[in-house]
């Protein structure tokens, strides 16, 4: 595996960084094996033609958490953020054939038990009883997230593309980007690897083109409590 503080280096400075064999072939088919062996008929679940989603994910089906919190992901977690808990997840399956994709943009929402009138939170929106919101600068500066690859994923499957150290300056519209000025980097990851990344970081991701799979676990991480009476609607410890 990487040196770790080298990994921390260059995800603060460029907003992301991948780390490979974070999990071995025997832990990934583990993690597989639990989620194919779920009732795929629960409301938590999304399907379509192009995606399969899981919503939620670590809060619905937290028996999932010792095999993805495996010592090498806990040790990574402690040292890019210390005393850093879970604040929302979610795994996506972008099939063989999914000509699905996603234009750039900024993830520029948390998930909240509620919705309250609290100074500097808003717009509000609301999808399966899930309540999303836009928080102060200062709460997305300290998440950052973790992007799990269960399968080998390149610029040919969907790999995440992105704009290097764009989350150096805050909102950050996709229309308003310096072709001339940015570079773009795609985020090649192998299978039991894993990309790190900060939310404001301009990213997008392509349509496949290779009919290969992609699945990818998502969960975004804070150190920080909101505002009462606002609560992280997924809040999970991580037990060392």
């Not at 909240?112 to 997305?140: C, M, R, Y």
Request: proline share 5%.
């Amino acid at each position: 595996m990487n040196n770790i503080f080298d990994n921390k280096a260059e995800f603060q400075k460029r907003g992301f960084t991948t780390i490979n064999s974070v999990y071995s072939q025997e832990e990934i088919d583990s993690i597989i094996k639990f989620i194919e062996e779920q009732d795929t008929n629960s409301p938590i679940f999304r399907k379509s033609e192009n995606l399969f989603a899981i919503r939620q994910f670590i809060k619905e089906l937290p028996e999932i958490k010792p095999l993805i919190f495996n010592d090498r992901l806990k040790s990574i977690i402690n040292i890019i953020g210390e005393n850093a808990f879970i604040v929302k997840s979610i795994y996506f399956d972008k099939p063989e054939e999914s000509n699905w994709f996603v234009a750039y943009h900024q993830d520029l929402t948390i998930s909240v038990n509620k919705k309250e009138d609290v100074e500097g939170f808003g717009p509000w929106t609301s999808k399966h009883n899930q309540f999303a919101v836009q928080p102060p600068i200062e709460i997305l500066e300290n998440i950052f997230t973790i992007r799990i690859h269960l399968d080998d994923t390149n610029e040919n499957n969907g790999a995440l593309k992105v704009i290097d150290g764009s989350h150096h300056k805050n909102i950050y519209r996709p229309e308003n980007i310096d072709w001339k000025n940015e570079k773009e980097s795609c985020c090649n990851v192998d299978a039991g690897g894993i990309m790190l990344m900060k939310p404001l970081l301009l990213h997008s991701s392509s349509r496949t083109l290779n009919h290969k799979r992609r699945r990818v676990i998502h969960i975004e991480f804070s150190n920080i409590g909101l505002p009462k009476p606002l609560k992280w609607s997924e809040y999970s410890q991580i037990s060392y």
